[in-house]
């Protein structure tokens, strides 16, 4: 098993920032690809951006491309998402997840990933 546990959510003006942070726990981490999807409600639940077990190779969501940044430390077992130039449509709730690494179909859909964390919220005002 492996628990997945975000946090950074908040409240930010149009054009700031935030770090989202997701701990993983349970399993080597670098066994897992990780990624990040966001879910406006009444919506579906979208990719963000992905990173495969070691770090080397990012892929990220058309919307987020240039603005957002993905990366993981597997010494400290984090993995995060800066995300810059924030814009209201940003505004969802954003979830980390995990696939085991030989896992190679859907990797930017939800059903390609195993583990899912609780979620943190990220509202951008106008």
């Known amino acids: 098993q492996v628990q997945l546990v975000e946090s950074g959510g908040g409240l930010v003006q149009a054009g700031g920032s935030l770090r989202l942070a997701c701990a993983v726990s349970?399993?080597?981490?670098?066994?897992?690809?990780m990624g990040w999807f966001r879910q406006a409600p009444g919506k579906e639940r979208d990719f963000v951006a992905s990173i495969d077990g070691s770090g080397g190779s990012t892929t990220y969501g058309d919307s987020v491309k240039g603005r957002f940044t993905i990366s993981r430390d597997n010494a400290k077992n984090i993995v995060t998402l800066q995300m810059n130039s924030l814009k209201p449509e940003d505004t969802a709730v954003y979830f980390c997840?995990?696939?085991?690494?030989?896992?190679?179909?859907?990797?930017?859909?939800?059903?390609?990933?195993?583990?899912w964390g609780q979620g943190t919220q990220v509202t951008v005002s106008s």
């Open positions: 349970g399993r080597t981490s670098s066994s897992y690809a």
């Open positions: 997840a995990a696939r085991p690494v030989g896992w190679r179909l859907f990797t930017t859909s939800a059903r390609g990933y195993q583990y």
